[in-house]
């Protein structure tokens, strides 16, 4: 189903995004329309595919993204605090961006400086007011530790696959939040979890399997480059 949603322009890609029934959700379907992923990849943006982004890394495939803002559209709402780990090229940060409006802020941390600095160019080439105003914000850094000086937030997204859900990470979830993460089960099997904050307690769910690359670290990612 999914796959077959690739269109010759970003619009194209988004509309049979939505004809395949990845989105149910106007303003995630919105938010993507916005945000022109031809800024963010330089090869083959609107095939419903993974590309490469280069230091090894990629960005997901747009059905993944799509479901991602489907899954947390009730968290980004107007002035909601959001993070985006692996952010990238800084793609799915500006997405969020727009659903949670100029009163809201977006932290991506990504741990490649590399990426961190694409990511800033790409989001300046029609969205510089994001970085501007500080509705984006973009850090280098271990993305598993999260960022605890905007904690705590109403969404998360992890853009890459972890062994388990990292602490730090729950921790830093608002009472009310939801995060979504996909998690490297025992088996080596990959699924995408929701992760609930309701009175304190967190409640995990499945919601479908999937296939990202692993969360690594640094010097990992960057030995595999070279």
């Known amino acids: ?97 727009i659903m949670v409006g100029q009163t809201g802020t977006v932290v991506g941390i990504e741990h490649m400086s590399e990426l961190v600095e694409l990511s800033t160019k790409n989001i300046k080439k029609h969205h510089s007011e994001m970085i501007e105003n500080g509705n984006v914000v973009m850090i280098d850094g271990d993305g598993r530790q999260g960022y605890a000086e905007k904690a705590p937030y109403n969404a998360i997204h992890v853009g890459a696959a972890a062994a388990g859900v990292p602490k730090a990470l729950t921790d830093q979830l608002a009472d009310g939040g939801r995060m979504m993460i996909p998690v490297e089960q025992e088996d080596g099997n990959q699924v995408f979890m929701q992760i609930d904050k309701i009175n304190g307690k967190i409640h995990e769910k499945i919601v479908e399997h999937v296939i990202y690359v692993p969360l690594t670290s640094r010097d990992k990612q960057w030995s595999h480059h070279h």
């Not at 029934?21 to 990849?41: I, P």
């Not at 083959?44 to 997901?60: F, L, V």
């Open 1 to 97: 189903m999914a796959w077959r949603s690739s269109g010759s322009s970003n619009a194209e890609l988004v509309e049979n995004l939505r004809k395949n029934g990845v989105f149910s959700n106007q303003r995630a379907y919105d938010a993507m329309k916005a945000v022109d992923r031809g800024d963010f990849a330089s090869r083959d943006p609107y095939e419903d595919a993974p590309q490469r982004i280069g230091y090894n890394a990629t960005i997901s495939a747009p059905h993944m993204h799509a479901a991602a803002l489907e899954y947390l559209q009730n968290h980004l709402v107007a002035g909601a605090n959001a993070l985006d780990v692996g952010s990238g090229s800084g793609y799915l940060t500006v997405c969020m961006a």
